[in-house]
């Protein structure tokens, strides 16, 4: 694996810390990142890692750590005709989409912003297969993304009643998540 790029963000509405880095093989794209953080259940620590094709689709993710007394080991696969698996089960209500969220971190918005490629003043809609946190489970989150130039964009997650400008990395890491993340180093 080539390494691209690399991040760490402090988190701002709980204690913690989440580092990222982004690689490259022959055949796609990887994310793998630890997010550290205090919880109502307690201390969490989650192991990450997403696996997309060359143009920034997830083929799967994986997350492996602990939320208080609670292990937790989740394997999430897109199938070929766009069909969604979550530890083997099927997730028909995320099917059809073509990236994951994981909702404990803010790597994951680097895949749509990569995926669409927008330019400055363009808009696109990027539902996303999210895993919701604490609970775990695959949901559709509808959420959309308007580039307003080189390294800001405006992003919308309305059912979180979230609208905010993410400031963004040349790799496409969001640096400045407003009231949730910021870059540390």
């Known amino acids: 694996m080539r390494i691209l790029a690399s991040i760490l963000w402090q988190r701002l509405d709980l204690e ?17 990142g630890h997010a550290l953080f ?12 997403v696996d997309c094709d060359l143009s920034w ?12 007394m609670r292990e937790m080991h989740y394997r999430i696969e897109r199938l070929a005709d766009g069909q969604w698996l979550l530890n083997g089960a099927g997730q028909a209500e995320v099917a059809g989409l073509v ?35 604490p609970e775990l489970r695959l949901s559709r989150l ?16 309305p059912v979180y009643g979230y609208d905010a400008v993410l400031t963004v990395s040349p790799a496409g890491f969001v640096l400045d998540y407003p009231g949730l993340w910021r870059s540390a180093a």
């Open 16 to 32: 913690g810390h989440d580092a990222c880095l982004l690689g490259e093989t022959d055949d796609g794209r990887t994310l793998k």
């Open 38 to 49: 205090g919880h109502d259940a307690g201390p969490c620590g989650l192991a990450y890692e």
């Open 57 to 68: 689709r997830t083929r799967r993710a994986r997350v492996d750590g602990f939320c208080g």
């Open 142 to 157: 509808e959420q959309t993304y308007r580039r307003l130039d080189d390294s800001r964009y405006a992003y919308a997650a």
């Open 99 to 133: 990236d994951v969220d994981l909702g404990f971190t803010p790597a994951t918005n680097l895949l749509a912003i990569r995926r669409l490629e927008l330019g400055a003043g363009m808009a696109a809609p990027a539902p996303a297969a999210y895993l919701a946190f």
